[in-house]
């Protein structure tokens, strides 16, 4: 019995970050368990997910973007004490191409550096954008306990 390719997918996003995945995520914990990856705390990936290798398939290329975001992704609320759509999606020094995959799902992104150019940044803020990689791409429980309220106001 083989890796689903959606599975395939999605191990491929989080494998651009590396072969060892640590720490784990309770989400990520589910699927790596079953699939055998994972040892205590730690998952290491197969060889293949880690080479680079990128789907071009508009289901798989989800699935891969939901693995880059919990690879290098953050949810961003620049002021929590305000209640409206005011909700980003970091990528922190992702992988290239990651905007082109963005703009094939119909997304809007925009990809910029720090002052010194050393740290890459592709950022998601625009509320119908945010909307749809949280309907879409990540589940409600991956977002963080203190944003799920104004998620759920604003997003869903």
Known sequence: MGIHPRDRAYLRG?????????????????????????????????????RGVRPRRLPL?????????????????????VDGPNMMLIFVDPP????????????????THDEPRRVRYVVLYRRGDVAFFIRRVTPLSEVPAPMRAKVARHYL
């Open 96 to 111: 290239e191409g990651l905007a082109v995959r963005l703009r094939a799902l119909g997304l809007s992104p925009v990809a």
């Open 61 to 81: 290329v989800m699935d891969y973007v939901r693995g880059v975001f919990d690879a290098f992704g953050r949810y961003f609320d620049p002021d929590p004490h």
């Open 14 to 50: 989080l494998g651009e970050a590396g072969c060892v995945v640590a720490p784990v995520s309770d989400v990520q914990r589910e699927l790596l368990g079953v699939l055998g990856l994972l040892k205590g705390d730690v998952a290491r990936l197969p060889p293949w997910a880690c």
